[in-house]
């Protein structure tokens, strides 16, 4: 099974930004969905966001306008931005794949977290207030 490793978390301070990069050196990410989940302990999995095959993207209410996932397909790259981050931001963020391309965003979004076909071991976002 390919790999997602994701990095560039770390801890900031309210109002801070962060660029998580996940290598993805096995997949086409422009032929594939590939989204972003965070996971907090005794909270459980939320989906953050995901971008299609076509470059739409979609994201949880809570983090429009403030995080932008893109990908870089020449390095098997996926990246999301973070700005003006929050304490309830605070979360291990791991990044996913799948490759049903017939979802829709709205579909992706909802299934990222618990029914994405791969995903990797998550890299450590802590947001101070």
């Known amino acids: 099974q390919a790999q997602l490793v994701a990095s560039g978390g770390g801890s900031v301070e309210s109002g801070g930004s962060l660029r998580l990069s996940c290598a993805a050196p096995?997949?086409?990410?422009?032929?594939?969905?590939m989204g972003w989940f965070r996971e907090v302990p005794g909270k459980g999995r939320e989906g953050v966001a995901v971008?299609?095959?076509?470059?739409?993207?979609n994201y949880v209410d809570s983090v429009k306008d403030r995080f932008t996932i893109s990908r870089d397909s020449a390095s098997h790259t996926l990246f999301l931005q973070m700005k003006n981050l929050k304490p309830e931001d605070t979360g291990k963020y791991h990044c996913?794949?799948?490759?049903?391309?017939?979802?829709?965003?709205?579909?992706?979004?909802?299934?990222?977290?618990?029914?994405?076909?791969?995903w990797g071991q998550g890299t450590q976002v802590t947001v101070s207030s």
């Open positions: 971008i299609a095959t076509d470059g739409v993207t």
């Open positions: 996913a794949a799948d490759r049903r391309a017939w979802m829709t965003p709205v579909q992706a979004l909802a299934v990222v977290a618990t029914g994405f076909g791969d």
């Open positions: 096995g997949y086409n990410v422009s032929s594939i969905y």
